[in-house]
């Protein structure tokens, strides 16, 4: 079992950057692969990053090369640097995670396990 809390959304202007972090519970957090989703009301939430217990990470195409996720397994935390922001990006931004040793992809919202309660994001154009 693992414990999800989000926290840095906010409010910022077109262009700008924050930097959001998801502390984890537990003691094994290593042996998780971790996930970045974000959805917005009425609609599904969508993937947008993910890393696995590796370090191998993958990006949704609209935000590769302007977000970057990481992990600091020593102190338990997943985090989710953003740059460049568009207003597109205002979402509620959740953070996952799925045991290391389940084998598939990272993708899909059925693909983990553990969710956060998700911070909010809003870019302003």
Sequence with gaps: QVQLVESGGGLVQAGGSLRLSCAASGRTFSSYHMGWFRQNKGKERKFVA???????AYYEDSVKGRFTISRDNPNNQLHLNMNSLKPEDTAVYYCAARSAWRAGSLLEVHDYDYWGRGTQVTVSS
């Design 50 to 56: 993910a890393i696995r217990s590796s370090g191998a």
